[in-house]
């Protein structure tokens, strides 16, 4: 009524409260001062019920519109629907449908946020992240301050699996939740589908007619919950989650996620081993949850059944606990190939000097201070694993330089030690490449670090065999232009091919190489020096 008549309204707010316990793991039930509460719910329901039963509202602007662009009311229809892979459309979320419908409550949460924002704000209740690859940005700015024109509606859907919300302000965006709860036993067993097989646009929704009509695609899920989980560097929310299938590595088929300030809800498909992701921007994860340990740092993923809340408890020490796991193995591999270096080894022994006090603090239950040392811990292990990947990289990366140089090292080697010509010169060549390769594979530690050194080889060799095609038909058409130039206009000027060149002065470096071996063997054994 009051974004139908362009009007305003007011706020009850606490002022003057410290909230000293606010996120932390000491702000329990117990240390509720109701004293403070009760005054303060008395003047709430004593004015609310005081202004719903004035006779009239004066001097206000009563002209209601049915749809205008900047004030009136829309209607929206939300139809609770389930993915059928055999019509490859949406089923109504009924009794004919689902028999089970009877023994459970469908909850439909609808949260507009008006069209009038202020500058980079998210309305609260908002979701923050959108699962997969885009974040916080992507529809409402940034979410670290409070959105105004925000309506959130909770309402039961009927036996057909609709709800009808009226009263939307136009052109406003509407963020829909739906979930489908056991009356028996008080459990979510189905949410939003927020995966390859959602409605298009997902939960979000614009209105832009006065009846506004929107499927929304629900599965079967457990849940699993994430309490305090913020970005350990720097103590914002974390850019971008995702919700993965631990065994294959991929995005989730059916998932969902819901956010309300650092805590975390995700349903995910049941029986289904899962891993979460954290970014913070930075390229690599911020945060892995795969279920790992020091014993078992690839981990097994998290398992709920049907209707099942996992909630993981100290989810700060969680973070630190795997991800610390996680690239204790890879920090240990390094330093066994003597590929490390000091950036990664100061983070990791500050973490893993932070992960012990943790360890000491949970056994000690001294919780004060478990919240900041998990956090310490959790940012430099980070830190390490990002400085980790980067150098696994870089080491992988320098030995596909050095497997591309190795054939022109081979046809080097060849002409300056044998010269043959013919079947033995080709055989002498690749008898050097195969010993390069073997002394490669021996000395190199990129061939422990990379998962699958031959496919990266092969790989390599196609993208040679390809520039190498490419280099003959440019060099073809420049030929037949210059043929074709010749025909036309005459022979008026004469050149050296660059290629007969470049080749004949290889061929006479090769050649001063071999009467000077003993300057050359010195040449070379200098450049190893300086270089190693």
Known sequence: FTVACF????????????????????????????????????????????????????????????FQSDWGFATLKVKVSTYNVTTNYYDPFDISRHPERSNFQVIVKVTSISSTLTGGTQAPGAPSQVVGSFGSSEFFGSSQDTGVGVLEVSMLADEKGEATIIGLKPYSINVIDVFAINSTNGRIEWATDLGVYSYEGGRLVKITSAIVVRPISIFRCGSIALLNVMNPVELNNLVVTTVNNHLSHGMMLHQSILQVGYDFMFFVEPNTPTELLFSIGRGFPGGVLINASLSNPEGSGYVVAPGECLILNFSSVRMAEEIFAINDQRYKKLINLNAINPQIAIYHKLASSFVNRMRADITEKRFDRLLGVSYAAWAFEMLSYHYTMDQISSVILSMVFFFVILTP???????????????????????????????????????????????????????????????????????TTKALQRRVSGHHFSEISRESAVSQAFSIGVQYMKKRSFRSLLTLLSLTIIVS
């Not at 606490?14 to 003047?43: C, G, H, K």
């Not at 090292?409 to 060849?414: A, I, K, P, Y």
């Not at 030690?417 to 530690?445: M, N």
Request: with cysteine; aromatic share 12%; net charge positive.
């Open 7 to 66: 009007g305003s309204g007011f706020t009850f707010h606490t002022v003057n409260a410290f909230r000293i316990y606010f996120r932390t793991m000491s702000d329990t039930y117990e240390r509720i001062n109701f004293n403070n509460l009760w005054p303060q719910a008395q003047f709430i329901f004593s004015s609310i019920w005081g202004l719903a039963n004035e006779p009239r509202l004066p001097s206000l602007f009563l002209s209601p519109a049915r």
């Open 409 to 479: 090292f081979s046809l080097l080697m060849e002409r300056l030690i044998a010269g043959a010509v013919g079947i033995k010169r080709i055989a002498t060549i690749t008898l050097i490449f195969i010993i390069s390769i073997g002394i490669l594979i021996a000395f190199h530690p990129g061939f422990q670090l990379a998962t699958n050194a031959p496919i990266m080889y092969v790989s390599v060799g196609v993208s040679m065999i390809i520039v190498l095609v490419i280099g003959i038909v440019c060099m073809e058409s420049i030929s």
